[in-house]
């Protein structure tokens, strides 16, 4: 759950149309909208090279014609700009669900991960043991977009979702109530949603089908502009009923109705493949509802077009079902767009409670500038400090200068008479170049003294930071800080991947097609297979090389002590853990993170406190990002 001020905006940039709503937080707890409004974004909306500045002006239009006070704001992204996919993991130790989610990522994501801002979340255990995943990308130049509409508009963003599981958020919360397999087919203007819930579980998918089809068909057949085409199909489109019903006497009329049904029928046999796959390798049930949403839903006619396909009851979704509505809201327009709002109470629902489905796609451009706000009271610290130094710097050149003077100046007027006293001025130049060594030593003790600062700094941040994800995530509080802290040279296996004693064998039984897949994830660190580094180990007695003394400290490990929260579920100390594990490897101006991409050394045992049980250990080891040295 985000924390938010009373009031905060919810904003869907569809591809179609933009969808933005204000609500608040009753002192009961309930969910209340106090303002919304709806703006069709056109044909520019779903084209690239104009879209930015389409959906900018939009939403300047909708904050200018109604009073939203807010400027807190959550969006979600669209459809067409997001990859989504849900994925099996097999049953591995915790340790290594990362690594794989990782692996996966840079196998089903088609984009290189350094492009994408991407994101997941564990569903569940399916009754074979596997885990059950969602994972989402969308390019990080189409985040900072939205950053940029929302920075330009005057607004705060602080959460990036996704239309799948701000859908799935929105239908929990107002039918949570409903027994068996329910369907819910979101029909937006570029793509469609399709979602399966069912005792549970949830699973969806994206498909590339959407009202905009219907409006470029008749318009091509029509030999009329796109605009025109899409005001006739809103004030007199539907979709034909087909066989032996009479058409309608304008033949305009019916000629969009024709067009109108052969996509949709397109759609249904997307939508009927992905029912096909739900129940045969999904395990799941077949649907006894069908929920229609989203802006093309509401088409005369589609209702009973998929309820004659999929031999189903068809209803509209309410996203406002469980939703308090201000009284001064006109109900009668809101009834007339409420079920394309699905997205928006979604998103609001991220600042109210504990979400079933929690990602946020912040890119880390964006992460980095709200902490670097957040830091600006410490920068300006450092800044104050560091004008001090150079002041005092400055003063000691300036005072080894003058005495320098002074020794040459008497020295040129006694330089005839005391000829032979030139090893004496040597002696005071030595003198002079010593005091400079020692100031140039200073400069360099005070600014490694800084990096310190700033390096203790950024752990503190990362702690909390952890606390709160950890909240976020699991929704209970959780504690954790350091008990111990030593510096020094990295461990020879410092870089090497980390992984379990070589003996060790992994409990469940793996098949064969698992095993190719995912097997390098258990082979003992070191081997050619895990990547191991050899360079660490003397090629003739095979022992690890000696490590030369230096007075440069390359590596800081502390021992963390945190609140045992096994007692609550068996597995939250190692979330705890691998937690504070993931924000330590995002502190990258301090940190470098080696092959075995985790912080958590080898022996990172988690160790319940014999004589306080209600806290455990574990230890962790950083390499910085450059040595300091000691003096």
Known sequence: MLSSSKSFLAVDFGAGSLKLAEFEITEAGALSLKNYGVKSLGLEGSQESKREATILRATQELLGSKAFGAKNVNVCAPGFHVFSKFVKLPPVDESKVTQIIQYEAQQNVPFPLEEVVWDYQILGTLPSGELEVLLVAIKA?????????ADAAGLRLQLVDVSPAALCNAFRYNYSDLEGCSMLLDIGAKTSNV????????????????????TQDYATEAKIKFP?????????????????????????????SKIARQVMTRLHIQVNQTLQFYRGQQGGSAPQRLFLSGGASIMPYTAQFFAEKLNVAVEYFNPLRNVQINPGINLEELAK????????????????????????????????????SAKKPYFIATLCS?????????????????????????????LGPIEKSSTELAGAQGNVNKFKQ??????????????????????????????????RRQGIDAGVWIE??????????????SSEDSEEKPKTQWNEAMMKRYGKFLRPPGSAEAGGDSASTDDATGKPKPVGKTNEIETVSFTCRGVNLNTIKPTHNKDLAFTLDRELQAATNFFTIGTN????????????????????????????KRPVKLF
């Not at 079920?339 to 451009?365: D, F, T, W, Y």
């Not at 300036?398 to 040129?412: C, E």
Request: charged share 25%.
């Open 141 to 149: 130049d189409i985040v900072e977009g939205l950053f940029r509409t």
């Open 195 to 214: 979602l399966f819930f069912e005792k549970g579980k949830v699973y969806a998918r994206s498909i590339n089908i959407g009202a905009n089809s219907i």
């Open 228 to 256: 025109d085409a899409e005001d006739f199909k809103i004030a007199e489109g539907f979709v034909s009923l087909g066989g032996a019903y009479e058409e309608p006497e304008s033949e305009k009329q019916a000629k969009i």
């Open 337 to 372: 767009v409420a079920h394309s709002l699905g997205e928006v109470v979604g998103l609001a629902l991220r600042n109210l409670a504990q979400c079933p489905i929690e990602l946020n796609l912040m890119p880390k451009s964006s992460l980095n500038q709200q902490k670097l």
């Open 386 to 414: 560091v004008v001090l130094v150079a002041l005092a710097v400055g003063w000691f050149s300036y005072s080894v200068s003058a005495d320098k003077q002074a020794t040459l100046d008497f020295l040129n007027t006694q």
């Open 438 to 471: 020692e100031a140039d030593t200073l400069t360099a003790l005070l600014e490694d003294k800084t990096y310190w600062v700033e390096m203790m700094g950024e752990l503190r941040r990362v702690f909390l930071q952890t606390e709160q994800d950890f909240k």
């Open 484 to 497: 111990k802290f030593t510096a020094g040279k990295p461990p020879a296996a410092f870089e090497a991947a």
């Open 597 to 624: 991409a985790s912080f958590l050394t080898k022996d990172s045992k988690l160790v319940v406190d014999s004589n306080n049980t209600n806290t455990f250990t574990f230890e962790v080891t950083l390499k910085l």
